[in-house]
């Protein structure tokens, strides 16, 4: 199931607060009009990246702060574009916008903070929200793929690219490390062959190697003293 599971909506123009929590199947939202039914709406478009003013903060308050969480066990492409994007966490998905009475504008996924482009190129696939320009998302790549994924049935195959997909990453950051750790191996090698050139060219024999610590050690203690 993919839906929409709860939204949660503060300070967002004549909205205090209001708590929506949304089950399987058809949900619908009535009133007279100016009741202020967009409002949820509008909520929601900013939380997936919408533009945001100022305006949009709530007379005397000091921010909005909109979250949506999502159940995403079966959209395959925005599980996809999470684990891409390494912010995957389940088969849920909390998306959270806050912006300022001074206009400034964060953005959040599972967490995480990301630029509001994030929740937007996210958002594309967690929601369709039909209105005047609704034809544009056609012209979207991510949208794109997401609709021949669904027409052609790629479910389990996406699935298995995805894991596959996981198991290549993890290998190149194993290999990653492992080149790391030969270069820090090698330049300690270089080092300790250095130290050891010195010493031999030093030529000291026992005695000298003991007096010289002696000598050490008295130079340390005259310096604490």
């Not at 999470?82 to 998905?93: H, P, R, V």
Request: glycine share 8%; net charge negative; with cysteine.
């Amino acid at each position: 199931m993919d839906m929409l599971a709860h939204l949660s909506v503060n300070n967002f123009a004549i909205v205090k607060s209001l708590q929506v929590e949304l089950g399987a199947g058809m949900t619908t939202i009535t009133g007279e009009t100016g009741a202020g039914k967009s409002i949820a709406i509008d909520a929601l478009s900013l939380c997936l990246g919408c533009r945001s003013d100022a305006g949009m903060v709530r007379q005397g308050e000091d921010k909005v702060d909109i979250v949506a969480s999502f159940i995403i066990e079966n959209n395959l492409s925005a599980k996809r574009w999470l684990e891409d994007n390494e912010l995957a966490e389940g088969d849920e998905c909390i998306l959270r916008r806050i912006v300022s009475k001074d206009g400034r504008s964060r953005g959040f996924i599972n967490g995480n903070p990301v630029p509001v482009s994030q929740l937007k190129s996210l958002g594309q696939l967690l929601v369709s929200i039909h209105g005047q320009h609704a034809h544009h998302q056609l012209l979207k790549k991510e949208y794109q793929i997401k609709l021949l994924d669904d027409y052609a049935g790629h479910a389990n195959l996406i699935t298995q690219s995805q894991s596959r997909y996981q198991k290549w990453r993890q290998a190149e950051n194993t290999l990653k490390q492992t080149l790391q750790n030969s270069e820090q191996n090698q330049a300690q090698k270089q080092l300790l062959e250095y130290q050891i050139k010195e010493l031999d060219e030093l030529s000291l024999g026992e005695q000298e190697f003991t007096e010289l610590e002696l000598e050490h050690k008295k130079i340390t203690n005259s310096g604490r003293s």
